[in-house]
């Protein structure tokens, strides 16, 4: 209810394109090796996107790995790190990676497969927050919050803005 009339007729047309390709699912890992394994998977399809550069793509930084694997292990169990797997007829078309704390879901990264499916119409990466946002609807959460930076996809899918603060303390 809270979306444009336009977003909703994007992700519309969108579920039924891809729900004409397959089985769509959306699921949340259900252990720590079943999270770091989505982890892992997400990489190669982050670097893809945004790059393999300096200041691209974090996992092209063995220290940004190992820090959010360590993330992992010591948040996963306490419930304060979720990975989701989103597929097609069991193929995998994007992976999610979120943080909760205080009833609060806090998207952090995403690897999506624009190369399997290249059709634009398919909107992978909005449906993928469409899914997540649904599947924390029916749970205690208050707010999915797509934290720091603008991109067109916030502004269709969130209503709140805010500042975020970046501090150094040595």
């Not at 609060?104 to 993928?128: C, I, P, W």
């Amino acid at each position: 209810a809270t979306l444009s009339k336009n977003t909703r007729y994007q992700l519309g047309r969108a579920r039924k394109a891809l729900e004409q390709l397959g089985q769509v699912r959306f699921n949340k890992a259900e252990s720590l090796e079943q999270a770091l394994h989505m982890f892992r998977q997400a990489g190669p399809l982050h670097v893809r996107r945004w790059g393999d550069k300096g200041g691209q793509s974090g996992f092209t930084n063995p220290l940004f790995c190992q820090f959010h694997e360590n993330l992992i292990c010591d948040g996963f169990d306490l419930g304060f790190v979720e990975l989701w797997e989103f597929t097609v007829d069991g193929n995998t078309i994007a992976l999610q990676y979120n943080f909760r704390y205080r009833q609060r879901v806090y998207f952090s990264l995403a690897g999506v497969d624009y190369v399997q499916h290249e059709d634009n119409k398919l909107k992978t990466g909005m449906l993928m927050h469409l899914y997540a946002i649904e599947a924390h609807l029916d749970d205690d959460s208050t707010c999915y919050d797509f934290m720091a930076g603008d991109a067109r996809y916030k502004r269709s899918l969130g209503q709140l803005t805010g500042n975020q603060y970046l501090a150094r303390l040595r």
